[in-house]
Structure formats: C-alpha cells, structure tokens
C-alpha cells in the first residue's frame, strides 16, 4: 500500500488541524485523498473511520445511503471505492474531500462506476456473489488489489481482509508495491489457495478473548484460532515467494521449473496430492534456507557446487522429491483400491495397534515427503533400533553424574507429529501441518531411564535433532544450534506457548537442564527423493561433549 | 491440540509462571557462584520474574529489585570474563536496559567504560548474536551515550551517533527472518530494534548538541523539538508492540512491561529532555502506555 504522500498530508493537517492519529487512519482506508470542492451527490460513501485521535472534536459524517452496513464485513470500516466523499467538521470548519482510489487499468473498481457498488452479500467463498466465484471480480483479482492498496477489499471476508492486513503489514510495504503482475499472480494464487484451504465457517467477527495482555485488562482483543492459522499459512506463503524470488536470480530456468512444481503442489493441479502429505510453505522454506535439498552425494563431494550450480541441483532434487511424493500416493490409492482419500485413510487406520511410536514409524514410512520431516522421522525409528542406547564415536553413552548409564525410554514430543505425545495414536494427529514454532524447534524430545531399565528420580530428557543431507543447522533467536543458549531459547518458547501443556513440558526440561539432566544429541544422515536411505543414519554428536566422528550407523 | 482448557486463564499462566521462576532464581543464584554459565539464566530469571510479579501484584519496589540484580549478574560476566560467560551483545544491551530501568549506578557506569571499541573488547568472544552486525553496532552506541552521561563529555555521545546509525543501516529483515521463525515476532523485533536505536539516537543528538548557558533558548527550542519527537517514536513503538500482542496468540510476560522503553525514557530525563509528553499520555490513556508503569519510570524513594 502506498503511503501517503507527504504533500497530501501536510495540507490536509494544515488545513484541518487532524491530528496526525486521524491523517493516518484515513491513509490507512487505502485511499488518496485530496482536498476538493464539497460536493454532497455522493453515491454509497459509507464513510466509516475506525478511530477519531486525540482530537475528538473531529466528526465524520455519512450522507447518502450506505450499502452493505449491516453485513460483518464493514466492521473494519473499509469503505467502497468510487466516488466517496467524506465530510469532516472540525471546530466549526468544514472540509470536504473527494476520495478516488488509486487505480490502474487492470482494477476492477477503476471506475467506481456502478461495479463497484456490487457488493452485497458474499458466498461462503468470500466471492462476491454478483461476480462469480472466478471471474473478473474473483477472489484472487481482490486479493491482489487490496495487497497492493487499490482496493479497499469489500469483496472480501473481513477476516481474509484482517490477515491480508496482517500480510502486508509484518512483510513490510516495500514487499506489498513490488507484487508486479509476474510475482504478484504466484504470490496472490498461494494466498488465495490458503484462503481457500480456511475453515468455510468464517461467519462470526473476531471476538474478545479472556486472553489478558499481561497488564490485568482480561477484555483485551484476540483473534480465532482459524484466523491466527490462516495468517500463519499467509506469512508462510509470503515468505516462500520471497524466498524464489532470490533464488530466482541465482537459479535461472531451474528455480523457476522448482517453483512452478513447488505452486502445483500447493495450490495447483496436485494440491489434493500435497494436502494428503501436509506439504507447507513453512517446511519447505526451512529446507529450502538450509541446503536440505542438496543431493545426498554432495556431502561427501571433495569439490562441492557452488553459486548457480548448487542452486540447478537443489532445484532438481526438490523436483524429484515432489515426483516421488505423488508417485508414492498414487501407488497407495491404487491399492486400496480407489483414488479416495477416504478409502486409504481407513485402510491404515485398520491396520494400525499399538502405540504412537510403532503407528508413526509405519504411517511415516508410506509416504516421501519434504527431506526435513522425512529426517525428523527417521528419529524414532532410529533410536528404537538401537534399544534407546546412544553413544559417542569412543563408545561412551550418555551416562548420569553419578556415571550410572542412561538410555532413552519413551518418546515425549516429536515436532512432525504436533509436539507432545500422549502415548495413544490419533488418527486426526498426524502427518500434521506444522506451525513455524514447532519446526524450528526441539525435533524429539524422550524421557531418559537407567540402563536397567529403572526409572530416574528426579527424571532426565533428552532432545534429539536431525540434520539432513549435510544440511546447515539453524541458527534460531541469535542462537548457534545445539549450544546450551540454544536450548534454553527454544525451551523458553515452550514456557510462552499458550498451551499449557508446552508450558508445563518446558518448565520441566529448563529445571532438568539447570541440574544437567537434559543430553542432546544430533542424528544425521540422507533423504533422497524425500526418503530416508538406508544405512545413512548415524548418531554424530552428543552434548555436552562435541565429537566429530560418526557414532553409530543405523542399518 | 490437546490439553488446552477454555478455563485456563492468564492468570493461571502467570501464577503457575511466577512460581516457576522464582524456583529458578533460587537455583541459579546459587549455581552462579562457581558456574559463570548461569549468569545469564540468572539475568533472565530475574527478568521474568519482575514481569510475572509486576502483573500479579504491581510492586514497582520488587520489580526494580529484580532488575537490578539481573544487570548485577550480567556486569559481572561482562567485567570478571569468567569461563562459560557468553559476552553476546545482546546481553551487553539487555544490561544496559536493566541497570538504567533499575537505577543501579555502579552496574550502569562499569557498562558504560567497556565502550568504545566493544568489538574488540568486551564483546571479543561473542558467541550468540554474532552474526547481526546492527546488535554490535547499538551496543556500541548505547554504550557510548552511557558514557558520555557518566563522564558528562559530548564526544562519546557525538561516536554514539554514527553507531546508532550504523545500527538502523545493518537491521537486516531477512537476519531477523531467519532468526526468528514467526514473521510477526521478526517484524516486531526488526522494529522494536530500529526503535530503540531512533530513541538512543535522539538522546545522543541532546548531549552532543547540548548548547552553553549563553544559547539558553535556542537550547530549550530544540531539546522541546527533540522530546516531540522521542515521544512520538515511542507511540509509534508501542502501537507496534500493541498489534503483535494482539496478533500472536503466545504469551509474551517480557512485554507486560516494555523494558527498553522504560529505561530509554529514564535516560533521556538524564540527559535533560523534556519528558512532559509522557504525563499528557497517561492523562490521555493512549494505547500501550500501560506497559511504561510511571511507578516504574519514576526515581524510587531515597532511602533515609
């Protein structure tokens, strides 16, 4: 959205006296305005400002007939395009303006003629009815548009608008001008597949929560679960398209195939394929920044790629990652006799017994996925093949401070499965599409016990990592991956959730780690085509003592 | 989800919170005796232990208590350069807030003669942070005006400028986006950062521009110039903070009080900027004022 530019606002604080709060929500309404005659034949000026200043004297008048009011989506105060007039009196003086949005040849409200009055009710879609679902006016024209501030987004849900705001807001105004017609369809048809993918049940406005903000005001402002989500999957989104871009430069024809196979996947023609797998924005951006999709053979490459080349190789992989992804559930349907989604779902439903841990790893070996999650899920398989012992490269295990040798019990949190574990497999719990948080953070974390098999009072933890095809650890909250400061960042991460049970979890792991009963270790090994290759999985370091050599090869 | 009741509150989260950390405060004050390690923790304990008890019992004394004990943990990392101190300049800026908001003078003026030249000094071995070149760079700075407070000297607050400066220059969006993988905690902390440079910087201006009895005046009118301008950077900031609050559904018991406002604000009262605007605000009620308590902003009793 285009600021306002310095001219306009300081005439129209010299000639009003607006207080500079006022000037800024009217720019905010996304709208130029300009000084001009009065003029009182305006048609639909809904002319609503959200908040009046410091100055109060400051009125804002409504001639005329207002056309959609009742409907929730003029709770923000958005007013319709066209030619608007808004009366402001102030201390007697009276100043009108004429507001005309900005337009361009392809806005569908550049006129303001009777188009832009259409807007009524909408479908559950959040199209406006009287344009169709896909037209001229659809949805993706809107979100476009009022990215860009050249329209004020009526057509829209006022929750997609309150995210789209969000949007553009966290990812700055210079990320909202340069949407040009090129990036700005990628970026727009992400979003609006987001949007899309948003509960349908969009229908009551954004409520009080009795979520206080710290200072004893329990009526503070919150905002449904579904929208916090759908704002998460839009950032994602936002920062996926970013992130092409760069590599765009770098990577020519190949970044462009990547993305354009990456677009299908999520919002295209095989979205059913990537939704069956929780593909997300947000996982592949993690693998994407750190080197993830490098192939397996480069780690050990003498003469590792560089620049475009490296970039050409990711690409490629990605790409072969994707096509092993589809392959593999279109295989599954056909033996479930059937291409539902239905159908395979409760074939493996009836196949599952026992615990979490024997449903994940077979669940989880069904399906390629992002190289990242299918690492992360080759943790648990790995530990339960080698009975929970770990060791370093000089046989050591990890071992309490009294030397008492410890191995790893039950598994408590694994980020692909949502987090915390209860030890009871759910159907509806995983593959899960994952929160930002959750894949940045711990990968698994198990309780530790005797070798004996005893249980340890008080308890110790262990957090297990996994790095992938040589990936680049992330450096997460200024922090150097695996240190002890990156520990407590992420713990504290757990103490702020607002899930008590993450709460509970980290206040417990931050008080076994004061008493230096919380190991770390890191498993590292290679997913190819989005499947782990056998025999590459080693246990290669231990915390707190550092070892570079590989530990254990898991066959 | 599972686990998450409708009925559990926020007071329930800061109660079960508060109880935590002052069961980790005892641990660490006594850890940090013979493990440098625990300095830090000790810092933030104290940290967030001053936010929990502020929102539950709005007792500026303890709070104030707390935080001056943090900033005497971290001084002491930064000063001793013990074995398992990370002397990170994200530290080095937290100390600074903490000793400033806490009136502690000693931990204030140690602080402020590690400048300049923290890069190769107090922060030498900076292990967290240490890819960001813009938390140097306002380390640097803030130090510097530090300095140039305790030693009343205009030239380190004129050094002060370019660091804040280079500060705003090397906030890097994309460093802030891969450090934090929440877009909306990386915006706010992108601007929370460009904020508090612009409010250093304004400070900093005040001392080096600082005129002679003689320019009385002239004086008043700019540092009157200079106040409307801190004040409206710190509107701006806190609406900020407001909307991220409001949008991320996590809790965040480090903002109940916005510490790098509280003592910014502290600071510019030392350095003789009006600070009237902060009354009309609260008389005002303008939006997030309430995470800059006055009882916290203003100078505790003087013992008798």
Redesign the interface.
């Known amino acids: 959205m285009d600021d306002l530019s310095v001219e306009a606002s300081n005439a129209v604080r010299h000639l009003t006296n607006l207080p500079q709060s006022t000037v800024e929500t009217l720019k905010n309404l996304g709208q130029n305005i300009q000084p001009g005659p009065a003029n009182t034949q305006g048609t639909n000026p809904q002319n609503q400002v959200g908040q009046q200043g ?1 100055n109060s004297q400051t009125q804002v008048n409504q001639p005329g007939q207002q056309v959609g009011d009742s409907h929730p989506g003029n709770a923000f105060g958005h007013h319709k395009p066209g030619r608007q007039q808004l009366e402001i009196r102030n201390q007697g003086q009276q100043f009108q303006f004429r507001l005309n949005p900005r337009t361009d040849g392809n806005s569908p409200f550049a006129d303001g003629g009777t188009r832009g009055h259409h807007y009524g009710n909408w479908n559950h879609h959040g199209h406006s009815e009287s344009h169709g679902s896909h037209g001229t006016y659809g949805l993706n024209s809107a979100i476009f548009s009022y990215l860009r501030g050249d329209s004020d987004g009526s057509a829209l849900r006022p929750q997609v608008r309150y995210a789209l705001d ?1 949007v553009s ?4 105004s210079e990320w909202a001008n340069n949407l040009t017609s090129k990036n700005g369809e990628r970026i727009v048809r992400l979003i609006d597949h987001a949007v899309e993918q948003a509960p349908r049940s969009f229908e009551h406005t954004l409520h009080q929560a ?9 009526e ?4 449904e ?1 579904e929208v ?1 989500r759908l ?1 998460e999957n839009l ?2 989104a ?2 996926l398209g970013k992130h092409f871009d760069k590599l765009d430069k770098a990577g020519g024809n190949f970044a462009r195939r990547a993305e354009a196979t990456v677009a299908q996947f999520l919002f295209g023609d095989k979205s059913m394929v990537g939704e069956r797998v929780q593909l997300s924005a ?1 996982e592949l951006l ?1 693998d994407l ?1 750190s080197g993830a999709f490098r192939p397996p053979g480069e780690v050990f490459n003498p003469f590792p790629l560089t620049g475009r080349a490296r970039v050409a190789s990711e690409m490629m992989e990605l790409m072969r990652t994707f096509d092993a992804i589809e392959r593999a559930i279109r295989q599954l349907d056909g033996r479930h006799n059937g291409a539902q989604q239905g159908g395979l779902d409760n074939g493996l439903k009836g196949r599952l017994t026992g615990g979490a841990v024997a449903a994940f790893e077979e669940l989880a070996s069904l399906f390629p996925g992002s190289p990242g999650r299918a690492g992360r899920n080759e943790i648990p398989k790995l530990i339960g093949s080698l009975g929970g012992m770990l060791t370093d490269a000089n046989g050591r295990q990890f071992v309490a401070a009294d030397g008492t040798a410890l191995k790893l019990d039950q598994l408590l949190w694994l980020s692909t499965a ?3 574990l ?1 030890g009871t497999f759910n159907g509806e719990m995983f593959p899960v599409r994952l929160s ?2 959750l ?2 953070g711990f990968d698994a974390v198990y309780s530790v016990i005797g070798f004996d098999g005893r249980t340890l009072n008080p308890p110790h933890f262990a957090a297990v990592q996994a790095q992938i095809n040589g990936s680049e650890l ?7 991956p695996l ?3 990156w520990m ?1 960042a992420l713990i ?2 757990l ?7 993450h ?1 509970m979890l980290g ?1 417990m792991l ?2 076994a780690l ?2 230096g009963r919380f190991h770390a270790a890191l498993v590292s090994g290679s997913v190819e085509e989005g499947e782990a290759v056998a025999g590459s999985f080693k246990v290669t370091r231990l915390l707190p003592s550092v070892t570079g050599e590989p530990a254990f090869n898991y066959a | ?5 409708a009925n ?7 109660l ?2 508060l109880n ?1 950390e002052r ?2 405060l005892a ?2 004050r006594q ?1 940090s005796h013979t493990d440098a ?2 300095l ?2 000790l810092a ?1 304990a104290c940290w967030r232990t001053s ?1 929990f008890e502020w ?1 539950l019992y ?1 007792d500026a004394e303890t709070v104030r208590r707390l935080w001056g004990e943090g900033a005497r943990a971290l001084v002491q990392g930064f000063a001793r350069r013990r074995h398992g101190f ?1 002397p ?1 300049p ?1 530290q080095l800026i937290l100390a600074l807030h903490l000793s400033i908001a806490a009136r502690e003078r000693d931990a204030f003026t140690e602080l402020a003669f590690a400048a300049p030249n923290l890069r190769s000094g107090a922060l030498r071995d900076a ?3 240490r ?2 070149r813009a ?1 140097f760079h306002l380390a640097e700075g803030y130090a510097l005006v530090a300095r140039a407070l305790a030693e009343h000297k205009q030239s380190p607050a004129r050094a002060a400028v370019d660091s804040l400066a280079a500060a705003r220059e090397e906030n890097d ?1 994309g460093w802030w ?8 905690e ?2 706010w902390r992108m601007r929370e950062h460009d904020a508090v440079c612009a409010l250093l910087s304004a400070v900093a201006h005040r001392i080096a521009d600082e005129k002679e009895a003689v320019h009385e005046l002239h004086d008043e009118e700019v540092a009157a110039s200079t106040a409307a301008d801190f004040g409206q950077a710190v509107d701006e900031a806190l609406v900020r903070l ?2 991220f ?3 991320d ?5 480090k ?2 009080i916005w510490l790098p406002g509280i003592a910014l604000c502290a600071l510019a009262a030392s350095a003789r900027l009006p600070i009237e605007w902060l009354q009309e605000r609260y008389e ?1 009620k ?1 939006v997030g004022y ?2 800059l308590p006055l009882e916290l902003l203003r100078n505790p009793a003087k013992k008798a």
């Open positions: 410091e969000v807001d966290t990812m700055g009795n979520r206080a903000n710290g200072n004893g005001h329990r503070s402002f919150s905002i679960p916090q704002v950032l994602s936002a920062q947000a993690r920044r949502g987090g915390l209860k930002p948080q894949i940045y992330d450096w997460v909250f200024g922090q150097a240190t002890e400061g407590r504290e991460r103490k702020d959730s607002v899930l008590a049970d709460n206040e931050e008080e004061a008493a | 989800m599972s686990g998450f009741s559990y509150t926020a007071t329930d989260y800061d079960r919170s935590h069961r980790m641990v660490y850890s390690g625990a830090q923790p933030n936010c929102a709005r990370d990170s994200d292990r967290a942070f890819g960001s938390h969006a986006e891969r450090q934090y993988p929440d877009a909306l990386a915006s407001e909307q609050v409001e949008r559904t996590n809790h965040h018991p903002l109940y005002k303008v309430s995470r």
